[in-house]
């Protein structure tokens, strides 16, 4: 005895459903690389290093995270500035991180709500012929040219919580000779392509899936338009 088994065949997806999936998926694809972005922007400001000056910044954090920060200082003619020390010495032993020290640079942040945080400048870390780079930290020098190492666990982090924030910032002491020197400070962003904080490491991926993504939703919508178009070319034909 035979049965004669009906074989169904799925119906194809709308067209008004392909649209909301493609809209969708944009919308999501969208959002995750405009977090990742303002999770990636550093935010900056001139600073004259003279004890007493005072700038404030407004910085936006989807995220909370402390605040890390640096200064940017001039560079002519790829000349050397032995002032700024250097990230040169011996390794580090018993807890100790022994660098060639700078000129001294301290400048006190805080925001409303709390206290004052204490950050050092480093010697120099980074550079080319344009500028160089000395890092801020709350890690401060024992001696000169001197750090715990590595940094210990209870260093005082600057919180900057999820929205605006404002930070207030003030040069305590410069050391000769770089006293009355303009520079850039920045506050660096939580996500970097080298360095990222633990709770925004899910968005790194967005800088190379930002490229494949525009590709791919571009090619998506050109193919949603000619069906589109081709459907509607098809009504006409019918009436």
Not at 104 to 112: H, K, L, Q
Not at 117 to 136: G, K, Q, T, Y
Not at 182 to 209: D, H, I, M, Q, S
Request: net charge positive; proline share 8%; hydrophobic share 45%.
């Amino acid at each position: 005895m035979s049965t004669n088994r009906m074989v169904t065949t799925p119906r194809p997806v709308s067209l008004n459903r392909r649209w909301l999936i493609w809209g969708i998926t944009t919308l999501l694809m969208i959002l995750y690389v405009g977090a990742a972005r303002i999770e990636s922007h550093p935010v900056g400001g001139k600073l004259k290093l003279t004890p007493g000056t005072e700038i404030e910044l407004s910085l936006f954090r989807l995220f909370d995270n402390p605040l890390r920060m640096g200064l940017d200082f001039k560079r002519e003619g790829c000349r050397d500035r032995p002032e700024l020390g250097t990230w040169q010495g011996p390794p580090d032993r018993d807890g100790l991180l022994k660098l060639v020290p700078g000129a001294n640079v301290r400048i006190a942040a805080s925001t409303e709500g709390q206290q004052p945080i204490v950050f050092d400048a480093m010697p120099m870390s980074a550079h080319n012929c344009e500028s160089l780079w000395r890092d801020l930290t709350t890690n401060l020098a024992v001696g000169p040219g001197l750090y715990r190492w590595p940094p210990p666990p209870d260093m005082p982090e600057l919180a900057l919580h999820r929205g605006f924030n404002r930070v207030h910032l003030k040069v305590l002491q410069v050391d000769p000779p770089i006293i009355d020197e303009t520079v850039e400070l920045y506050a660096l962003a939580a996500l970097g392509f080298k360095n990222v904080r633990p709770n925004v490491f899910w968005l790194w991926y967005a800088f190379f899936l930002e490229t494949i993504f525009e590709v791919t939703q571009s090619v998506w919508l050109l193919l949603l338009l000619w069906w589109t178009w081709s459907s509607w070319r098809k009504r006409q034909l019918r009436a």
